[in-house]
């Protein structure tokens, strides 16, 4: 009986240790999104709040024509993920969040930002998936995955190991 009670135990241990990561989409679409401000004035600045998952919801900001995320945790804390200071030319955060969950808690966020690095042709950008860990007391951008064939594969690597990952400092 013991041996069946050790087995169970062990199998059910590792079970709840190896959770299956998944995968959930939200919008970023400011025509999705409940406008909190807007100011067409200048060069025009908005704050949206969009829907997250796990009680998490996205801050989209934007400035002088470029954009960053604030996530804002559960329990209301916002955290920053200044992606102006790892760009400085215009840019613009697609369409999508990906949400990297172990069973129904989401550790990781991934999206993509969209960035006009050519000063001559603003029009000409480059497509950068930025991974982000999230928790209730930190989020913070820990991987910027250049474009390339397997770009979407590479995020999600970088999203589920992120948690052992130090937050990226801007260069």
């Given amino acids: 009986m013991k041996i069946i009670t050790f087995i169970a135990l062990t199998l059910f241990a590792s079970t709840a240790a190896s959770a299956k990561i998944t995968s959930r989409y939200t919008d970023l ?24 998952v796990g009680g998490y919801r996205l801050h989209v900001l934007e400035g002088d024509l470029r954009q960053s ?17 790892h760009f400085g030319a215009f840019s613009a955060v697609g ?17 993509r ?27 913070c951008v820990t991987e910027i995955i250049k474009p390339s064939r397997n770009q979407n594969e590479e995020a ?3 999203a589920d190991r992120s948690a052992t990952v130090p937050c990226k400092i801007a260069e």
């Avoid at 990906?98 to 966020?109: I, Q, S, T, V, Y």
């Fill in 29 to 52: 679409d400011d025509q999705k999104c409940k406008t909190l401000e807007l100011d067409e004035e200048g060069g025009g600045s908005y704050k949206g709040e969009c829907a997250g």
């Fill in 69 to 85: 995320i604030n996530v804002i945790a559960p329990g209301g804390k916002e955290h920053q993920l200044r992606l102006w200071e």
């Fill in 95 to 111: 369409p999508k969040a990906e949400w990297r969950l172990k069973g129904k808690a989401p550790f990781a966020l991934i999206f």
């Fill in 113 to 139: 930002f969209n960035v006009s690095e050519n000063p001559e042709d603003a029009s000409k950008t480059t497509s950068y998936l930025i991974v982000a860990k999230v928790s209730p007391s930190l989020a």
């Fill in 156 to 158: 999600r690597r970088a």
